[in-house]
C-alpha cells in the first residue's frame, strides 16, 4: 500500500479514528507522517492527553461506575475528575483506588495491565537458547513415540550440543 500523501513511498504508518462511529484511515509513509504529525494532532501530540481522551471514552461507555466521580484517593485526595484534567496521578495508591477504571486503558494501550519490561541481551538470548532447547525436547518425545529413532537420535545430539554450548549440562 502507498502512502496517500505523496504515492511515492510504502505506507508505514497507519492511523484510525473514529468519530460519532465514523472510521476514517490515513495511511502515510514516515517522512509524510512526520511532515503532517503537527495538523494531525493539533501540533502538540501527548501522551498525558491521549491517555485522558481514552479515560474520556472509556467513563462515557461505562455506566456502572457512575460513583467513581465521587471517589478520591485517600492517601493524596485525587478525584478521577482531577486526573481527567491532568492526566497525572497523585500517587500510588491512586492505582489501587481507581484500577476498575485504569484497568481497561492500560489493557488497551500496553495488552496488559502488567508491565513486562526488558531484559538485558544477555538474559535475552540465554532466554531464546533455553527455548530453543524445550523446543527440541518436544520434539524429540514425539519422535521418540512414533518410534522415529534416527530423527531422536539428531534431536538428542542438537540437544547435547546446545546445552554444552551453554554449560547446562
Given at each position: ?6 504515492h511515492k513511498e510504502p505506507a ?118 533455553l527455548n530453543r532447547i524445550g523446543e527440541l525436547e ?32
Open positions: 500500500m502507498m502512502c496517500e500523501i505523496c508505514t504508518v497507519f492511523l484510525t479514528q473514529i468519530v460519532n462511529g465514523q472510521k476514517i484511515e490515513l495511511h502515510l509513509c514516515e517522512k509524510c507522517a512526520k511532515e503532517q504529525q503537527g495538523a494531525l494532532f493539533n501540533n502538540n501530540p501527548s501522551f498525558q492527553k491521549f491517555l485522558s481522551g481514552l479515560l474520556d471514552t472509556a467513563a462515557a461507555q461505562s455506566t456502572t461506575h457512575l460513583h467513581t466521580e465521587e471517589m478520591s484517593c485517600p492517601q493524596c485526595g485525587m478525584t478521577l475528575e482531577e486526573f481527567k484534567k491532568t492526566s497525572k496521578v497523585g500517587c500510588a495508591k491512586c492505582y489501587e483506588v481507581f484500577s476498575e477504571e485504569f484497568s481497561p486503558i492500560l489493557k488497551r494501550l500496553h495488552g496488559n495491565v502488567v508491565h513486562g519490561g526488558k531484559r538485558p541481551e544477555k538474559l535475552d538470548a540465554e532466554l531464546r537458547l518436544s520434539e524429540l518425545k514425539i519422535a521418540l513415540m512414533q518410534e522415529a529413532y534416527e530423527e531422536a537420535a539428531k534431536l538428542r545430539d542438537q540437544i547435547k550440543e546446545l546445552k554444552k554450548g551453554a554449560d547446562l549440562e
